[in-house]
Nanobody, 126 residues
């Protein structure tokens, strides 16, 4: 079992930045590929960014590429999402997720993840 707790959400003006953190506990963090997803009101949960177990590979949704950066610190059992140049359409609840895997690479599908955090609200005002 892995417990995930997100933090760092909040209200920011368009063009601003936020840094989300996701602290993991319960299992060996470096055994898990990690991802960030988001869900806006009335919409399905969508993929944002993913990172491999080692941190050597990353992958982004087209909508955030060049603005968001995912990273991880395996020594601190934490994954981060740095969000720059935020837009009102980035407003959503952001979730981190962990995928148990013995392979490398990244995961972009919601069904590929085994554990989820409770989410943190990000609101971008225009």
């Amino acid at each position: 079992q892995v417990q995930l707790v997100e933090s760092g959400g909040g209200l920011v003006q368009a063009g601003g930045s936020l840094r989300l953190s996701c602290a993991a506990s319960g299992r060996t963090f470096s055994n898990y590929a990690m991802g960030w997803f988001r869900q806006a009101p009335g919409k399905e949960r969508e993929f944002v960014a993913a990172i491999s177990r080692s941190g050597g590979s990353t992958y982004y949704a087209d909508s955030v590429k060049g603005r968001f950066t995912i990273s991880r610190d395996n020594a601190k059992n934490t994954v981060f999402l740095q969000m720059n140049s935020l837009k009102p359409e980035d407003t959503a609840v952001y979730y981190c997720a962990a995928a148990r895997t013995v392979l490398g690479g990244v995961r972009s599908g919601t069904g590929e993840y085994d554990y989820w955090g409770q989410g943190t609200q990000v609101t971008v005002s225009s």
